[in-house]
């Protein structure tokens, strides 16, 4: 009998280092530098399932919606050239939301660089501002290490996106079989995380027993971290009413009577807004403190007494004055936070506070909601859907239109990653990816995705691999034939004067439909709630186009708009 080979090409020691790290999913596109890792692919036995999306830049968001709902590193991959500049917006989105995922990039031979070949490009240099940990593959023997590299810098400390050059050459060439194996602590995150000091836990504790009214504000770190139980205990011992930041939406369940909602210029409201102003202290927990949370650093005010919990010792104290930093892990910070302050301190009004803001912001909803009028409001949009939806389900939402009313007025009943949304760099196009994801790391659960109809223009390619692969996902669109975001910018702050953001009304149900996509178009608002229901029910892709109020004329829950 002959001897089993004890060596592997580049493609499949790559294909067998993913299968070690427990990935399920992989997410991408083909082109010719990918041929030998395609191969690979195809002919081993890996119990993998790849994803053909159409182009890379949707590989990327479903990396990252995959991500966000499993635990588990998204991966995409692309080729060479086009490939790599189309994944990387991707790339950056992930990196910056602390959501791991790789991408691998194949690429030219080493042996072509620098002889005009076609696709050569710098990818090592390209992905290096906008990744955690990135690097070329060019030694094949040292291939399984870098990898496990990659899975380490990802899961660890704050999580970041990787990035990996695989050249054409080294995709050939040959790797030890002996050295193909994974750490098991680094197929999920946060991994290893980090213990908080002690003597700064016991300076937080006693601030806050001494505290009259504070308040904690959640950013995505708590979601990330999983933190939600230690984050009640320390919220009840303290009476404490927890705020979030768009991405921090989870931290708690909205329903909690301690919870605050949504605070800072993208959907806070002035009721939520003066709890923070009248606060004398603050927890931010997994908060970068930004421009947006924090309405441009003036709330919470310059000089309220604040505590900073993160996993990256950069963050704390960058945009305020820190009084107690805690550089450590969310769950395991409030679990010892929590611990100290037992039975020592006071009650706060939390509650109470929490409610009265609630109170306002339902009551000014509530009104809109129920209007008859057309265009169809959008608070009329998120109303059905909290009536149609169970508590489980995920929404994915786009900037523009979808986001600040869904951040506003869906209260989520449920703790946990229930919302998704690309609060870092925004780009248009990101949702409907993001469900796919989404729906792909956790299927048992009805995933909807919101766009405008600006963001249906960058995505809709994709209709295509979403009914491919029968992915019941119900898309809402906000249709309002404008960049709507842009245009409400005009009329808040340059006197009303339009310029370049209105373009011609799509038939999105039609080009839909088109895809194989069971549509439906609602211009009645006492259409819209049969028109979810039926979609939501439904076995396979299914699409609402919502003719809609557009935001320059809407009573949108953005403060610059507002004031």
Not at 55 to 73: F, K, L, Q
Not at 99 to 112: M, Q
Not at 263 to 273: I, L
Request: aromatic share 6%.
């Amino acid at each position: 009998m002959a001897e089993k080979p004890n060596t592997l090409n580049g493609a499949e020691a790559t294909v067998r280092m993913l299968q070690a790290h427990g990935v399920r999913h992989i997410f991408g596109l083909c082109g010719d530098t990918t041929l030998p890792l395609y191969d690979a692919l195809g002919r081993l036995d890996h119990g993998m399932t790849h994803i053909l999306t159409r182009d890379e830049r949707h590989a990327a968001y479903m990396a990252d919606g995959y991500a966000r709902v499993t635990g588990r590193p998204g991966v995409c991959e692309g080729p060479s050239g086009g490939g790599a500049s189309y994944i990387l917006p991707g790339v950056v989105e992930a990196n910056e939301s602390s959501v791991p995922i790789l991408a691998i990039t194949t690429d030219v031979a080493t042996t072509s660089r620098g002889r005009y070949p076609l696709t050569e490009l710098d990818q090592v240099a390209l992905f290096r501002p906008v990744t955690k940990w990135n690097a070329s593959l060019d030694d094949a023997a040292r291939l399984p290490a870098m990898i496990r590299t990659a899975f380490r810098a990802m899961t660890t400390g704050r999580p970041g996106a990787a990035h990996l050059a695989l050249p054409f050459d080294t995709q050939k060439a040959p790797v030890d079989m002996a050295e193909v194996w994974a750490d098991p602590r680094h197929a999920t995150f946060p991994a290893e995380p980090t213990a908080p000091d002690p003597e700064a836990i016991a300076e937080a504790a006693r601030i806050l027993g001494g505290a009259r009214n504070a308040v904690a504000i959640c950013g995505g770190g708590p979601v990330i971290a999983g933190a939600g139980e230690a984050l009640l205990r320390l919220a009840r011992a303290c009476d404490l009413p927890i705020a979030t930041t768009v991405s921090g939406q989870g931290a708690v369940a909205e329903t909690d009577p301690l919870a605050l909602g949504v605070v800072g210029s993208n959907g806070g409201v002035p009721a939520t807004r003066a709890v923070i102003d009248q606060a004398d202290v603050v927890l931010f927990i997994g908060c970068r403190a930004g421009s947006v949370t924090t309405e441009r650093w003036r709330s919470p005010k310059p000089g309220t007494t604040v505590i900073h919990i993160d996993s990256d010792p950069m963050v704390v104290g960058a945009n305020y004055q820190t009084d107690v930093a805690i550089c450590a892990d969310a769950r395991l910070a409030l679990g010892a936070l929590a611990d100290a302050v037992d039975g020592q301190a006071a009650s706060q009004g939390g509650t109470v506070r929490a409610k009265a803001a609630w109170d306002a912001k339902l009551s000014d909803f509530n009104a809109l909601a129920v209007s008859t009028e057309t265009p169809v409001r959008p608070e009329a949009v998120i109303a059905a859907l909290m009536n149609t939806l169970d508590p489980d389900a995920v929404i994915c939402a786009d900037p523009g239109t979808p986001c600040p009313y869904v951040s506003a007025h869906y209260r989520w009943p449920r703790a946990g990653r229930h919302f998704i949304t690309n609060r870092a760099h925004g780009a248009l196009g990101y949702a409907l990816a993001a469900s796919m994801g989404a729906h792909v790391g956790r299927p048992g659960v009805k995933t909807v995705c919101l766009m405008g109809d600006g963001s249906f223009g960058f995505c809709c390619g994709e209709f295509e691999t979403m009914v491919r692969h029968k992915m019941p996902i119900t898309s809402i669109v906000f249709s309002n034939a404008t960049f709507g975001w842009i245009k409400a910018g005009q009329h808040s702050g340059f006197d009303k004067r339009y310029y370049n953001v209105d373009f011609n009304r799509t038939d999105h149900a039609a080009v839909a439909s088109a895809f194989g996509v069971k549509s439906w178009t609602v211009t009645d608002p006492a259409d819209l709630p049969g028109a979810l229901k039926a979609a939501v029910a439904h076995d396979g892709p299914t699409l609402v186009d919502v003719i809609s109020q557009p935001l320059h004329e809407a009573a949108a829950p953005v403060s610059e708009w507002i004031a």
